[in-house]
Every structure is written in structure tokens, then in C-alpha cells.
Nanobody
Framework: QVQLVESGGGLVQAGGSLRLSCAAS????????MGWFRQAPGKEREFVAA????????SYADFVKGRFTISRDNAKNTVYLQMNSLKAEDTAVYYC???????????????WGQGTQVTVSS
């Protein structure tokens, strides 16, 4: 079992930055790929970024490439999402996920956090 708790969301102006954190419980954190997804009101959950268990491989949605960076610290059981140049359309609840595969499909991920709200004002 892996429990995930996100933090770092909030209200920011367009063009600003936020760093999300996801703290994981469990000694097997280092064996899981980690991902970030988001869900805006009335929309489906969508892939944002993912990182392999070692941190050696990352994947990003096209709409965040060059703006967001995913990273992890296995010693701290934490994964991060640095978000720069935020836009109003980035407003959503952001979820952290853990799984065995580096994939953009939400149904393939095994564990989910409760989410943290990110609101970008224009």
C-alpha cells in the first residue's frame, strides 16, 4: 500500500510559479513510477507528467512541456511538480499517482492522492 498526500497548491497570477509536492508513505516508494494528473471542472482527468522509479526517465503532456518539471527524491519519499509560466487554463485540481508503468492513462495507475487545488488568475 502507498498513501499519497499532495501539497503546495494555491492561488497564483498568470505567469507565476508554484511547486507541488507529493509525500508518499511506505518503504516501496522507490519502486514506483510517479505521475501528476489534473482535472478541471466538467472535464476528464488528464495526464500532466510522470517520472520513472529511478528518476531517469520523464514524460510530459505537450501543453506543459517547457513550463513544468517533474522530479523526485526517493530518500524523502517525495515527488515534485515545478510549474512555471502558469496560465489560466492550468487551473485544476492536481493529483499525484503511483504505479508500475510510465503511462498517460489514469486507469493504469494504482494509487492516488486526494488532490490539491491550483487556481491561476488571469
Amino acid at each position: 500500500q502507498v498513501q499519497l498526500v499532495e501539497s503546495g497548491g494555491g492561488l497564483v497570477q498568470a505567469g507565476g510559479s508554484l511547486r507541488l509536492s507529493c509525500a508518499a508513505s511506505g518503504r516501496t516508494f522507490g519502486s514506483y513510477a510517479m505521475g501528476w494528473f489534473r482535472q478541471a471542472p466538467g472535464k476528464e482527468r488528464e495526464f500532466v507528467a510522470a517520472i520513472s522509479w529511478s528518476g531517469g526517465r520523464t514524460s510530459y503532456a505537450d501543453f506543459v512541456k517547457g513550463r513544468f518539471t517533474i522530479s523526485r527524491d526517493n530518500a524523502k519519499n517525495t515527488v515534485y511538480l515545478q510549474m512555471n509560466s502558469l496560465k489560466a487554463e492550468d487551473t485544476a485540481v492536481y493529483y499525484c499517482a503511483a504505479g508500475r508503468l510510465l503511462t498517460a492513462f489514469p486507469t493504469a495507475w494504482d494509487y492516488w492522492g486526494q488532490g490539491t487545488q491550483v487556481t491561476v488568475s488571469s
